[in-house]
Structures are given as structure tokens and as C-alpha cells.
């Protein structure tokens, strides 16, 4: 007889859980410990090996420069450039001090920083080939969808943008991709081509400024047209202006909205470059999309209107009598697809890409300079009244001479001009890009490796009070001084430099260049200043203001921007009066979503209030 037990030996699964937990949570608590010690002292000694190499050891010699201190191996700086690059850069080449070139750690790369007059004087004569389109390709590749192929052989293209490719280069002619699209920029926007792209720019501008004129009210009322955002205002016309000016009508006829989606899609670039994924941000990845396509339908449409019956090809001839389009818009648009098609792996998708991210960089930049420069001038009422004075002087008009003729005179301006240069060497903020592919790069004592990243920082340049003329201090770089560029005969004070700064150079001896005066005098000079023509100065500056960058990469379209600069606040200060509503005392804080690509935008909005002057010319 088989007897079965009721018993059951098996414990309770509530105290075998009781019984592991008793167990396992002081064992993990002591692990976490471990683990959370290990990783304290991994950082210290990681932090303090890293800063005795950088600052504790004797003065920095000839050789590689040595890398900024950090606390996380591998990672090095990342997560400061992640999370705010624009604090991360300040705060890091102020740290270097007198030291002008050190290494950033990224993820296991090395990022060099070069600054310090001598060292960009000696990359702006460099002859070597020191530039390749990487980081762009890498931006063009993030930020605007280029697709893998074609990037890639922006990447391969080591060849540079001299006539002459590198010696040790094997890349074809077809794709040095580089040096052709670099020489078709040049074209564009220097000598004739100058020209012709300020007249289609001011021909639009000046028709939609038509437009907004009809909507304001006339001095004579003495009535205001409140808007919450000066930016908002101006932005959309200028971006169509020069939208128009580079490409023709097409665009704007493909979607009347191109041109509100590639503004609202300007802020996004940070975000696309850091990676962030199309769940994070929806609205980018559409309207990148939108703008994608809308430049592959106008190519499509110019290619159709233009094609000559006789010729497939004659829509890419660009010897004609009149060689601007209405398909195309400018001739080099045109040149720029012969240019592309060629190229291996690239199709339409990629040729649209790559114009979307040449009209973001058209536009990313000047119109938000013009703005600066617009918002010192009317936030200042005396700097206001001797700018009208100014331009009173000049009896030319774009419809009597030409806008050439018109703008030259414009820009011989020195106030104005002034004003111009002092805007960009206060709100500039980005670095010029070199990388030598076929050996060490030397700049001076500097020696950096085959295939280095080394960037040359705007601020440090702009910001150098061992170079630049504060009055003593009372005029600080951080500030906005119209006169900063602007030198008097009888002023010995005046000018943008340090007086004697070409053969005195340390930081231990910029006291020894402040000038002497006394205060009262100081105060004397610009008072005297204010009623007499100074002559605008720019010469001598050329390796302390750099806001083109350095070299044989420096902005092509750097006469341009001058022009349109000048040419928009001419015209808005000749045709309306505008008051900002908006108090913000001395300092305008910018907006960090811009850092790095250019010119900073202002963080807050510009309320401001607009009337048609009785004046007008």
C-alpha cells in the first residue's frame, strides 16, 4: 500500500526571494560602490595626468601641442561640445592663456586649436594644400541628406582647390568635386559676376521692399506699425531676395512656402549635427524633405524649359549672349550641374542636396549680420543722425548710375563701414577648418599629424585685448563701438589697434600700448570725433579680424556680403524711421543654436515699431 505524504519540503518561494534578497542587495550596494569608486578615481587621475601634461610641466616647445585636460577617457571634452559648444569653446581658450595651440579629445580623436597672430599670419600665406571638404561633406551629409554615395566621394577627393591638383592625389578630374565647385563660387561672386549678383539681389529686394512700403504708415500721419520681431521682419525678404538672385523665379513658383521653410529650418542645424533621430525631431526631417524635393523640381522644370530642340545639352550652355537664366538663375547655377553631373555616384537627389546646402549658406549668415548692424545703428540716436548725414552726401541712385556704381559709392562711407566692420569682429563666432591629407602641417613651432583637424578660432582673434584699441578700457571688446574702425589725423588714440602692437606683441606688455591720456582728454577726442570724417581702417588687421576665415578657404563671398550689408542699411535708414521697443541695455545675448556656424543670432526677439520717413530718397 503506497502511502503519500501531506506534507510538503519544499520552502515557501516568499522566504527563498526574502532569503536572496537578504543576500543580493548588500552585494550589489557593495559593487555599486566598487564600481562608483573605480570610475572616481578612473576621472581624477584621468583629470590629473591630463592637466599636469597641459599646464604643470615646463613651457609649451616646438612639437605637437599638447592636449586641454579632461576627465573621461575616450569621451575627453565630448559631452562639454555636446552640450554647449559655445561655452565649452570660451571657456577652454581662455583656460589655454598665452598658449596658442592645444588639443581638444573627442570619442578618441584629437581636435587641434590654433590661435595668436603669428600662427594665423602664417596660414594665411600658407601655399601648401591644407584644406579638403570633409568637414563639409560631413555637414552637406548630416545636415542636408546627402546620401552616402555621393558624400562619399567628397571624401575621397584629396586633390585640394589649387588649378593644380596635390602631387600625391589619384583622384580624377571629373570628381575633384573640391576645386570645382570652390572655382564655380569665385566666379559667381567676384569681378563680373560680383556684379551681376548684387543687381539681380537688389532688383528683388527692392520689389518686395515695394511691397512693405504700401503696407506702412506714413510719417505724415504720425502713425506706427508695431511688429514683435524686427528678425522675423526683415529675414523672409531678404532670404527671398537672394533665393531669387541666385536661382531665378522657379522656386518660389514650385512652393510660395520655399522660402518660410528654409528660415524655420535654419535653427535645426545644431540638432542635425548632433545626430538627434527623426522621432526627436519631426518637423526638421519634413522640412528638409520638402526643401529636398522642391530643389529637385525646379531642376527638373529648368532642365524641361531650357532644352533646346536641336541640342539635349543646350540647357547647360552657358556662352550665350545673355548667360543668366530664367530657368537656372545665375550662370554659375547652371555651370554648377555640368559641374555635378559629372561626378561619379552623384544623381538628382544628390544635385538637389547640394543646392539646398548653397542656399542655406547663401543665406545663413549675411542677412542676420545686416540685421546686427541695423539694430546698433537705430538703438543709438546719435550714431543714427551722423549715419543720415553720412548718406546724404551721395547724390547717386541705383536707377541714375547702376547698383554698382550706386553701392561703390555707398561703401566709401566710413561711418557705415565702420559700423560694418566692428558688427563682424563682435558677432562673428566660428573657425576656419585645415587639414593636410599628404603630410605634418607646421605652422611656426607647431607640428600637427597627417590628417589633423585644425581649427582657427574667430573669438580669441576678435577678442585679443593685446591687439585691439579699448580706449583704455572704456571701450571693451565685448561691447559694440561704432568708431572701433574709424581713425582721426588729430586723434592719436583713434584706429582699431593698439598703437605700436606690430613690434610689441606679449600679453606681459600690452599695458606699456594703452594710451597715456588722461580721461578727460579721452572724453575731449570723441567728442571732438563725432563732428569730423574719419577714415574707415582695416589695414594691419588681417590676422586679428577674421570673420571670413583665413587663407586660400576664406569665404568667397565675402564681397558680397559687404555689399548687401551696406546696400540694406542705406536703404531702410533713407526710407523709415524705426524705433526698438526692447530694453536691453548694453549687452544683446546670443542665441547658442547658431554657435558655430557664422554670425550669432540674437536670443530674444526685437520688438519695434516702423514708419515710412517724409524724406524718402
Known sequence: MEITSSYSFSPPISSISTTMAQYLVPTFTVLS????????????????????????????????????????????????????????????????????????RLLGETIYFVTGRDNIAKLRKHQGYITDPRSQSWVMARVFGLSQQANEMYNRDDSGIQVKPASNSIVAPNNRIDYHTHTNFVKMLSGEGLNTMFSRWHASFSRRLDLIIHNIQDSDTDQWTVNPDLEGFWMTPLTAAMNEAIAGPILESVNPNFTQNLVEFMPYVHS????????????????????????????????ALSRDSDNKDSHFRSDSASPDSPWWGLAAMRDRQVILEKVDNWDHDSM????LGFLWGANINVHTAALWC??????????????RSELSTITLSPTSCGPSAWIEALMALPILQSVY?????????????????????????????????????????????????TRGGKKPLNCFWADRFLEYADDPESGPALKGVAT??????KHLQQAPHSQQHQQENEQKNKGVCGKFVTAGTSDSWIPYGVGERACPGRFFARREITAFCAILLQNFDMELLYDDGHHIPANSLFYGMGVERPRNKFPFRIRRRRTST
Open 33 to 104: 560602490a566598487m564600481i562608483t569608486s573605480f570610475l572616481a578615481l578612473l576621472m581624477l587621475v584621468t583629470y590629473y595626468r591630463t592637466w599636469n601634461s597641459f599646464f604643470g610641466q615646463e613651457k609649451h616647445k616646438v612639437g605637437t601641442p599638447r592636449v586641454f585636460p579632461y576627465c573621461l577617457p575616450f569621451i575627453g571634452n565630448g559631452l562639454s561640445v555636446v552640450l554647449n559648444p559655445s561655452k565649452c569653446a570660451v571657456a577652454t581658450t581662455k583656460s589655454a592663456g598665452t598658449i596658442t595651440a592645444f588639443g581638444v
Open 272 to 303: 542635425f549635427l548632433k545626430g538627434l533621430p527623426k522621432w526627436w525631431m519631426p518637423r526638421a526631417f519634413a522640412l528638409r524633405k520638402s526643401l529636398n524635393r522642391d530643389c529637385k523640381t525646379w531642376h527638373s522644370l529648368a532642365r
Open 352 to 355: 538637389a542636396a547640394s543646392d
Open 374 to 387: 541695423l539694430i546698433e545703428i537705430i538703438r543709438d540716436p546719435d550714431l543714427l543722425a551722423r549715419i
Open 421 to 469: 566692420a566692428e558688427v563682424l569682429r563682435l558677432r562673428v563666432d566660428t573657425g576656419g577648418v585645415f587639414r593636410d591629407n599628404h603630410g605634418e602641417l607646421q605652422i611656426n613651432q607647431w607640428r600637427f599629424p597627417k590628417h589633423s583637424l585644425v581649427i582657427v578660432p574667430t573669438r580669441p582673434a576678435h577678442m585679443d585685448e593685446a591687439y585691439w584699441n
Open 504 to 509: 610689441i606683441r606679449s600679453r606681459e606688455k
